[in-house]
């Protein structure tokens, strides 16, 4: 008869605090996955059909690289004690500080939790931003693989030290006390003006594409918005590394400032969507006989798409000042951010057609310029919280233009080297940012023509027909009116029906012959000349056989 020894192993117990603390830290992480397939549904629902299932599958397509980049060196090169204030070493790579401890806390000045907590906690945040990012930045025109290409560069050379130098203790722009509670600059700014600089190296949208505008759901903005509010009390809780009295004043002073900013926007929005409708002006009211001439009707109407961008402004505006503004005593803060930041957003989100830069979903302005919005303020209501000095209200005049610097830095940076890799990528062979990589060249083209043209000649001549382009560059921007679905897919679409616009114009119609575009929401284009003469092989299509 054999007898088994059992040998138990003592595991050292976890100190009461820690645990309390680590234990929060920890839910605060199982909610942050709400705002990556909130964000992910909201982009989704506000694109164009033929577009929809790709802004749903990039933050999946792009989640197991962060998460390798974060572990082999990504949260070494953010959280590592450098000798240096702008990156950190590689003595945290492959989390070997913890081969032969497990035990080991993460401390700052909030709190204190286990470094496993601290690892996996913004690990998910940098998830987050780039679910931000990326999508919004290929939305309706760009490639998914050499935006993947970015996706790498990005992660190492943009996020990573900015990330060092406002959350590292060893950081510069942490010495000089710039106040950061949530990611106004790390998440947010870095948000904003990465998608600023992908826009402008990409180009603005075919406005083929543009005809008939229809967003693909409504239904999945609203969805993805509850799931992002719900997820962001623990984006911005959650950086407390500690539970305690003002962690609930924090979540409250969240749901304060996206309220308040959403009852601004959607008031803003409904005061500029005022129709008119036309009736004629033999229409009488009554008897004709009274000579009443019947008035324009005016007509405004409420958008859940002003409703929803409002809240996420809201809760990106608030996220800088976090903790250093939420206390039970200053719950009118949180709506002064909310109420500004709701405004400024609002009118940047024309500021795409002042400076000529398509940000398809508006990315800059509701992240970019709320979270600089929210750091400025911060600088101007922050109290002695968290080893602060404070804002303005504490009597710290400075703080504002301490804000000011980090977030001119920060924007500077992260939109030089963007638009410096995007312009290299876009030179490399097979690696063009855009599906109709020809697209800006021939937009060029044509302003350049337009511009040397004789304008004396030109009214004395006739329109003439549309002069035949090159098959390659026909081609390419075929494919890219099919949508980046068709392009980047095999037959997945979000949808599993089709429908097709067609577009009629007065110029398709000239002596010589005409084009026929049908523009399909989905996957299918077909052109057709004068003598029907089948021109562009037919889109498959994914419910029936057209």
Sequence with gaps: MRYHTMVSVEVEPIDLHISINSLFSLLCTA???????????????????RSAFTMLAVPILISPLIVLDWYIWGY???????SNSYIGNLNYAVLRQLKHSINQTYTSSRGQVLVMNHFLFNLLFKLICA????????????????????VFIWSVIIYNPVTYWFWNPNGWLYKMDVLDFAGGNCIHIVCGFTCLAYSYILGPRNPKALYNYRHSNTGYIVVGTFLLSCGWLAFVAGCEYRFSYNTLPIMFSTLLASSSAAIVWVAMDYGFSQEVLNVEEEKLIGDSASGARFPPIM?????????TSGIVSGLVVVTPGGGYISSNNDF????????????????????KYYFKIDDALDVFAIHGVAGIVGSLLTGIFADKLYDSKGGWVAGHWKQFGIQLLGLVVTSAYVFIMSAFFLYIIDLIPGFHLRIDKNFNRREREKKVKKENANPELESQVSATPSEKRPMEQHYWEQVELLGSDNYEF??????????????????DYS???HEEVLVSNNESVAIYNSG???????????SRKH
């Design 490 to 507: 095999s037959s997945e679409y979000m949808m599993d029906f089709m429908e097709f616009i067609k577009v009629i114009r007065p110029e």
């Design 299 to 307: 007509k405004r109407k409420i958008s859940m798409i002003s409703i």
């Design 131 to 150: 679910a931000f990012t990326f999508p919004g930045c290929i939305s309706e025109r760009g490639r998914v693989l050499p935006m993947m290409l970015f």
């Design 511 to 513: 002596e010589g012959g």
């Design 31 to 49: 909610l942050l996955p709400l705002v990556l397939i909130g964000i992910a549904l909201f982009y989704s629902g506000l694109t164009q059909r």
């Design 532 to 542: 029907n003469e089948y021109q562009q092989a037919e889109g498959e299509c994914n």
């Design 332 to 351: 009118w803060k949180p709506i002064v951010f909310g109420v500004v930041g709701a405004i400024l957003s609002n009118f940047s989100t024309r500021l």
């Design 76 to 82: 070494s090169l953010c959280y590592s004690e450098a």
